[in-house]
């Protein structure tokens, strides 16, 4: 992630995700120039919510909100905000916000810091979003990024991600620690294939000159073994991860987001960039 421009904090009115979202914008982005977009969408009331009542919010309610909180947003966090309301699909609304403004970087505050949930307007952008989208739980606090996790698989898409790594660790004089693993019960030549492409990822990132270790996560028995291992690697602070990168859906998942990032979104105590999917056009999921 190079310093960034134009920056788009997605809101639905919840005053502590949003909170966070500037928090850490604040934090993380003052050495930049940036202009910050604050955006709501209203959505759409289709035929059963209206069969059922539900009411559509105003526009130019919301709008009004909006001039109000600029102003809030400017004394408490010194940021200046462009503030918009769009009606309509919030995650057709939001990309098409973000090819409008030339966005580089969507901000968003995960809902429910009690019970671990991810709010349902942030689950859809991480399905269906084309830009990197960055989730910060309400519950933690800005810190300078040092070390930035990156968990790499056998799955070609799971290598998508390492020209955002390389990006935010130039920016932030930061080590990349990569993080692989691989089931006791697979095959030798499966567990030579990564091993392989956790070093030659690493060769790459050490070429690009930056500092770059690989862990394997050992006794991993079955695939949801490794989101949970790469949970309580990020969240163990003997570790100092600073960041972590995935990717909001693998080359298998087409209509919903990768669930081992949705739980790693879900648990993490650190901000988690969900990278974009972008089509191999190999039909092969395994190198």
């Known amino acids: 992630m190079e310093k960034k421009k134009n920056i788009l904090i997605a809101t639905d009115f919840n005053d502590l995700s949003l909170n966070a979202s500037l928090k850490f914008c604040k934090f993380l982005f003052k050495d930049s120039t940036t202009n910050y977009f604050l955006l709501h969408v209203t959505e759409e009331i289709g035929f059963f919510g209206k069969l059922f009542g539900q009411q559509e919010e105003c ?7 909006f001039d109000e909180l600029k102003k809030n ?12 309301v769009r009606k309509g699909r919030i ?3 939001i990309n098409n ?12 505050g995960t809902s429910n810091s009690c019970d671990n949930t991810i709010g349902a307007n942030t689950h859809r952008l991480i399905r269906t979003t084309d830009y990197p989208l960055m989730t910060i739980n309400m519950n933690i606090d800005p810190k300078p990024i040092r070390n930035i996790l990156l968990p790499v698989e056998l799955m070609l898409s799971s290598r998508q991600k390492v020209k955002d790594a390389i990006s935010w660790a130039k920016a932030y004089g930061a080590k990349i620690t990569i993080l692989s693993g691989i089931w006791e019960k697979s095959a030798n030549d499966t ?3 990564i091993m392989t492409i956790a070093h030659s990822t690493q060769d790459f990132i050490l070429n690009k000159g930056i500092d770059c270790e690989v862990v394997m996560m050992k006794d991993l028995n079955e695939s949801k073994d490794y989101a ?5 690697y990020m969240n163990d602070e003997k570790n100092q991860v600073d960041l972590t990168i995935v990717m909001g859906r693998d080359e298998t998942t087409d209509f919903s987001a990768d669930p081992r990032s949705q739980d790693v979104v879900r648990f ?18 395994f190198l």
């Open 59 to 65: 526009p130019d309610c919301q709008q009004f909100r």
């Open 73 to 84: 947003i400017k004394i408490l966090y010194g940021l200046d905000v462009e503030t918009y």
């Open 91 to 93: 995650s057709s609304e």
């Open 97 to 108: 916000f973000c090819k409008e403004k030339d966005i580089e970087l969507i901000v968003a």
């Open 191 to 193: 567990y030579k294939k």
């Open 228 to 232: 949970d291992g790469v949970i309580k």
């Open 268 to 285: 993490a105590k650190v901000p988690v960039v969900c990278v974009p999917l972008k089509k191999s056009g190999m039909s092969a999921n």
